[in-house]
């Protein structure tokens, strides 16, 4: 092979590699396979708080008192119940290439902007999906997301304008801020697969309609961090999971 052919496959291959790693590190190039589930099992668990028990932060409510409220109000950011369940936290297969496929949605995933107020806190994203964002309130909004793989959205949210939308495209985790108000804060879990859940205020989480095998269990929490487990997945099985997250 001649020099600049040697060059060309060692520039091919270095790229390759490249691609490799920054898929690996986002997650991307994991194609995930819909596949008709016979004989799933359930994954259900809770995520708890180790350690000294934490209130949520109080957050002061500086503008539009009219509409957003006065005084301060507590961030659903960490919300842990008396029994020590954490609220929020997100739930998922790390590894898994095939399943069952994402649910057909009756409507487009849907945050709210009420009181000043984001809801729900944190909200599940099937990939390729449009997000409905409405204005409930006789203020102005405006919604600022910082990402790495989708677009960013920067919109202004006008009281004349009920409904916006946009399209979340690829998995990610992505954080939404409203400038006008620095205290609204929600977070959109963009999915590559239906293998998610979102603990009540229990901390509760149920996975269901596993394949067989063994996974990586992830929970995420935007303050405490990632804990992983292996879990194994009998056909028709329930397997239980107990997630102790530290501040
Ligand atoms: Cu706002």
Redesign the pocket.
Known sequence: MSTQGLLTQKLVLLAMVCGLLVGGMWGLGEAYEAIQVQNGGKITGTVQLAGPMLAPEQLQITRDQGVCGTGSRLSDALIVSPERGIKNVVVSLANISKGKPQPALPENPRLV?EQ?WFSPHVLLVPAASTVDLFNNDNVM??IHTVSQINPSINKAHPTFRKKLNFALRKPEMIQAK?D??PW?SAWFIVTAHPYYAVTEANGAFTLTDVPPGTYTLQAWHETLGTQTRQVSVSANGESTVVFELKP
Do not use: L, S
């Open positions: 902007q000043c909004h405006n409203c006008i108000h609204m």
